[in-house]
């Protein structure tokens, strides 16, 4: 059983930065995909970036060139570095593991990101 714990969600202006932080535990960290997951209130929740166990990323349209999903295998660590935040990024980010040999998927608590002035 994989457990994720996310960390660094805050209040922020628009145009400012955040790192979030995802601890894994509890399973080969290198067998996993890593994603970055987002819920507004009222909405669905969204992949927002992710980065698979070869290094590939790829990005939602709207966070592309300001946010930077990246993977530290040796601290089973992944992070989602977010630049140039707006208002509409607002949001509950969710960690997520997705096993890349098994038909098994992980969810962390969540962590909350607002931006506002």
């Known amino acids: 059983q994989v457990q994720l714990v996310e960390s660094g969600g805050d209040l922020v202006q628009p145009g400012g930065s955040l790192r979030l932080s995802c601890a894994a535990s509890?399973?080969?960290?290198?067998?996993?995909?890593m994603g970055w997951h987002r819920q507004a209130p009222g909405k669905q929740r969204e992949l927002v970036a992710r980065v698979l166990t070869g290094g590939t990323t790829d990005y939602e349209t709207s966070v592309k060139d300001r946010f930077t999903i990246y993977r530290d295998n040796a601290k089973n660590m992944v992070y989602l570095e977010m630049n140039s935040l707006k208002p509409e990024d607002t949001a509950v980010y969710y960690c997520?593991?997705?096993?890349?040999?098994?038909?098994?998927?992980?969810w962390g608590q969540g962590t909350q990101v607002t931006v506002s002035s």
């Open positions: 997520h593991a997705d096993h890349a040999f098994m038909m098994v998927d992980y």
């Open positions: 509890g399973g080969v960290f290198t067998h996993l995909h």
